[in-house]
């Protein structure tokens, strides 16, 4: 634990004036036995993350998993006197951070793919470098000539080529392989000859509804680029491929998640074989933090007549919330449906470019009936804001066909909600919707939506300071494997808002860190009706807790992405100790 383990450092200062004298606490017995031995945490920043404006306590006490004392600590001391005392020297305890929107199983998937990530996640600026990448993930993982290779991660925007690769400079790379590389966005990728082949693109293939196939100049050929719905065929069969490594990486990847904070994950679009995959390692006791998966759209109505699956109810830390629908795609990769066209040139597109619904407006009023009349909660992709009128549209459609408040607490979640009006907004806070932002945008491509979009609906990317104004309980993500997984870092993109070239992005969305952190603590909580289990540090809550170095209350608002997770614990036991990672080291 901390007071035995972590070296000593630096300590920090409460925060001014904020200290709270209110006691949280339940009737316990004085004294305990060893097998209920509580742990009292003190001499710290502890931030219980349940008040308007920040506040500390001095002590917490956990026993059995759960908060029992939130208070003064002398009271703490003498009412738990058999407790293990932990010192934080200083540093910060904050309820777990919630991931409110990335892709478990894309995380794990991509422990078999190769990465094409650009700077600072990769090291890819080139196509060249793509493709040599590509030739030396075959040769170093003796990969035979049939079987397929898939990359992850690139994106044109940031290669010095400023465009996609083609199916031909794939061909030639990796001649004998089918090749699928998929974009950073997600929402797009790129296939050589031989995968065009085996999913039956071919010169006759039309475009699909919600898609597009990208051909070579003044022909039908197809160039390797496949968008959107057109797509799916790749990624489906991705996916049955890498499904079979999935138990070899599961460990992994919930590591990668609980070295950055976080207790609760999310899988944000999951099938049903992926659910019971999910489900088995739960049942297998393997589950280290919690796991959230949200079931695909197109398998809504089978999804509800099955018995055997329940939704929102946790199964030995698994847990189906509710259902992804897609209603758009990328405003970096122009795919995203807006209301005003594009500024730059969009590939496959002549004039009035504004992007691609992925859904036709009645196709998404049926799919908000059904749910809306299953009382399955909904959470939509939608990046534009004409997808976030389509999205509002079905939510009138669906009420009012079944004769429900349009204000009913259903907690319907707009994902990304990237350019969001602020009449939509306002709609949201009426409607009891609620928006998920995506503020790694400002960083990532912060430049590119100027250049695509202008300074204006650049500028009000992921509005968080406006939803606060109006008291919506957003929330704030990673989409990974779109952006790293770190809410240390979606924290300091929120309240910074700088892009890569170091331009803000909407100075006046700045968020205060406290802002932040509540996008990631108490309102990712409450967008998956957990509020009464977990978000904040009160009694009778979930012990699920993360103790960071320093304070992003107080330090630089510059230097919050510098902050390292000294521990995350989970009900009570520590599933990640980073002083454990430095004795491992030295050994």
């Avoid at 990668?256 to 207790?263: D, E, P, R």
């Avoid at 809550?541 to 230097?559: C, E, G, Y």
């Avoid at 009900?571 to 980073?578: C, I, Q, S, T």
Wanted: net charge negative.
């Amino acid at each position: 634990m901390i007071k035995k383990i972590i070296p000593t450092l630096v300590s920090l200062s409460l925060l001014a004036g904020c200290s709270s004298n209110t006691e949280n606490t339940v009737s316990v017995e004085p004294k305990v036995t060893q097998v209920n031995k509580a742990h009292l945490y003190y001499n710290g920043n502890i931030i219980p993350m349940n008040t308007t404006e920040p506040s500390t306590v001095e002590a917490l006490v956990e026993r059995k998993g759960r908060i029992v004392y939130v208070g003064n600590l002398a009271k703490a001391k003498d009412q738990f006197m058999d407790s293990e005392q932990i010192d934080l020297e200083g540093r910060t305890l904050l309820p777990g951070f919630i991931d409110a929107h990335s892709h478990f199983g894309m995380v794990s998937n991509t422990m078999g793919q190769v990465d094409l990530n650009p700077p600072p996640v990769g090291n890819i600026s080139s196509i060249d470098q793509m493709l040599s990448a590509l030739k030396n993930y075959k040769a170093e993982n003796n990969i035979a000539d049939g079987e397929w290779i898939y990359g992850w991660g690139y994106d044109e925007s940031q290669l010095s080529d400023k465009r996609h690769p083609n199916k031909r400079e794939l061909d030639k790379a990796l001649p004998n392989n089918p090749v699928y590389i998929q974009h950073t966005s997600g929402h797009m990728g790129v296939a050589n000859s031989l995968a065009l082949e085996k999913m039956k693109v071919s010169a006759a293939t039309k475009n699909p509804e919600g898609g597009m196939i990208g051909r070579l100049p003044n022909s039908n050929e197809p160039n390797g680029l496949v968008q959107e719905t057109a797509m799916y065929p790749f990624v489906g069969h991705m996916l049955q491929v890498l499904n079979s490594k999935q138990a070899e990486f599961f460990d992994q990847t919930q590591d990668v998640y609980a070295q950055k904070g976080i207790t609760t994950a999310q899988d944000g679009m999951t099938d049903r074989e992926a659910i019971r995959f999910f489900q088995s390692q739960a049942d297998q006791g393997k589950l280290k933090i919690d796991l959230v998966s949200l079931a695909g759209f197109s398998e809504l109505e089978s999804n509800l007549k099955d018995l055997d699956l329940t939704f929102k109810t946790y199964n030995n830390g698994f847990k189906v919330q509710g259902t992804k629908i897609i209603a758009d795609g990328s405003p970096q990769g122009k795919t995203a449906y807006f209301t005003q066209p594009y500024l730059t040139k969009v590939e496959g597109c002549e004039k009035d470019c504004t992007g691609l619904p992925s859904l036709s407006q009645d196709t998404l009023n049926d799919l908000f009936k059904l749910a809306y009349q299953a009382d399955n909660q909904l959470f939509i992709h939608a990046n534009g804001d004409a997808s976030i009128d389509m999205v509002i549209k079905a939510h009138e459609y669906a009420s009012k066909a079944l004769n429900q408040a349009l204000d009913k607490d259903r907690r319907t979640v707009v994902i990304h909600s990237q350019f969001v009006r602020p009449d939509q907004l306002e709609t949201f806070k009426k409607y009891n919707i609620e928006p998920s932002f995506f503020t790694n945008h400002a960083y990532f491509w912060g430049d590119v939506h100027l250049e695509n979009l202008g300074k204006k609906r650049a500028g009000f990317l992921s509005p968080i300071a406006s939803a606060d104004k109006l008291g919506l309980k957003y929330t704030n993500h990673s989409d990974a494997t779109v952006t790293p997984i770190d809410p240390l870092f979606t924290m300091w993109t929120a309240v910074n808002r700088l892009s890569r070239s170091g331009k803000v992005i909407g100075s006046e969305e700045k968020t205060s860190p406290y802002q932040a952190l509540k996008s990631v603590t108490s309102h990712a909580a409450y967008q998956l009706f957990e509020e009464d289990k977990k978000g904040t540090l009160e009694v009778g809550k979930i012990a699920d807790f993360v103790i960071l170095d320093r304070n992003p209350l107080t330090i630089k608002p510059m230097q919050i992405r510098d902050i390292k997770v000294v521990q995350t614990i989970k009900n009570g036991k520590p599933v990640y100790d980073a002083t454990q990672e430095v004795a491992e080291t030295a050994k």
